[in-house]
């Protein structure tokens, strides 16, 4: 049984340009959360996705946006990239009725130059 | 959700049992207390989880003081492979919580 999948592993991106991070859930998850982990600090929850809709969200801007589709794997898009968005984002799927214990991907590590 | 405290670092000899501490003074009656940890390069895993009884699961033994303002996670036999940064978390009753705020966990390395 696969875990929760990321992709892509790493990416490099310059300032101003967009970027879109995809992750599919443990089989028989349905529910998706995203964070943000930037160097020697422990995850900020940015926002959770449930049947398609965003649930929760943390203090993230608008530039930071999301998407489930109907066989729960999701999207997190970031637009007009800055230098500090440069940290590791984490995907983690919950079982149905369990968003509180929450699997996590390895991660996509983003630079931003 | 109550802010937790844990120390930054701390080491454990290999085969000895791990004692990690977490205050959470401002926890309230309906919060769970979590621990995930996170090795070196990977994503955080999930651990154990507890509201006022002392919990074990295969991993680890969670024990929560009566006023539940702080509580240990126990690593019996330390390992190795048990090196990580643990994180203690105060959350929403299971099947409510959906938010998960991570501090900056206390960094355990268990040495030979």
């Known amino acids: 049984d696969a875990g929760v999948t990321q992709s892509p592993t790493h990416l490099i991106k310059t300032r101003g340009q967009q970027v879109t991070l995809r992750c599919s859930p443990k089989?028989?998850?349905?529910?998706v959360s995203w964070y943000q982990q930037a160097l020697g600090q422990g995850p900020q929850f940015i926002f959770q996705?449930?049947?398609?809709?965003?649930?929760q969200r943390g203090n993230f801007p608008d530039r930071f946006s999301g998407h489930q589709f109907p066989n729960y794997s999701s999207e997190l898009n970031v637009n007009a990239l800055l230098l500090g968005d440069s940290a590791l984002y984490l995907c983690?799927?919950?079982?149905?009725?369990?968003?509180?214990?929450?699997?996590f991907g390895p991660g996509t590590r983003l630079t931003v130059l | 959700d109550a802010k937790t405290t844990q120390p930054p670092s701390m080491d454990c000899a290999e085969g000895r049992a791990a004692n990690l501490p977490c205050n959470h003074s401002?926890?309230?009656?309906?919060?769970?207390v979590y621990w995930y940890r996170q090795i070196h390069s990977q994503g955080p895993q999930y651990i154990i989880h507890?509201?006022?009884n002392n919990e074990t699961n295969e991993m680890a033994s969670l024990i929560i003081t009566e006023d539940r303002k702080s509580s240990t996670l126990i690593l019996p036999h330390a390992t190795l492979r048990d090196t990580a940064v643990y994180y203690c978390?105060?959350?929403?009753?299971?099947?409510?919580?959906?938010?998960?705020?991570f501090g900056t966990g206390t960094r355990l390395q268990v040495t030979l």
């Open positions: 983690a799927s919950s079982p149905p009725r369990r968003p509180d214990t929450q699997y």
């Open positions: 089989s028989g998850h349905d529910t």
């Open positions: 996705y449930y049947e398609e809709e965003e649930r």
């Open positions: 401002t926890i309230s009656g309906n919060e769970y």
């Open positions: 507890g509201l006022k």
């Open positions: 978390i105060a959350a929403g009753p299971p099947g409510t919580a959906s938010k998960l705020t």
